[in-house]
């Protein structure tokens, strides 16, 4: 099996910053697209930022320029920079990746969630 723990959440004012991180780890042969996720109370669950293997990375238009994601491939473990934090990026954050995983000698990709961490920003 694969988990995914986040970590790095918490409580900070507005303006502020915080990194996330997300640590893959179980049976995992490679890992392909990762990415962050939000949910606000009562919002649907959004893409925030993707990552590929290769490092290209994508944004929704309302971090651009604030958050940074990244990823360390060798440690199967990706980040996000949130910097001048504001009120409406309150939300349980989770990260998501695709693993491929080597089932009876056959590549075999799932995605795989974690259980989220809280960001609480305060104005």
């Known amino acids: 099996q694969v988990q995914l723990v986040e970590s790095g959440g918490g409580l900070v004012q507005a303006g502020g910053s915080l990194r996330l991180s997300c640590t893959a780890s179980?049976?995992?042969?490679?890992?392909?697209?990762m990415g962050w996720y939000r949910q606000a109370p009562g919002k649907q669950r959004e893409l925030v930022a993707s990552i590929t293997s290769g490092g290209s990375t994508k944004y929704a238009d309302s971090v651009k320029g604030r958050f940074t994601i990244s990823r360390d491939n060798a440690k199967n473990t990706m980040y996000l920079q949130m910097n001048s934090l504001k009120s409406e990026d309150t939300a349980v954050y989770y990260c998501?990746?695709?693993?491929?995983?080597?089932?009876?000698?056959?590549?075999?990709?799932?995605?795989?969630w974690g259980q989220g961490t809280q960001v609480t920003v305060s104005s």
């Open positions: 179980g049976s995992i042969f490679s890992i392909d697209d």
């Open positions: 998501n990746a695709l693993v491929e995983r080597m089932v009876w000698g056959v590549p075999q990709r799932y995605a795989y």
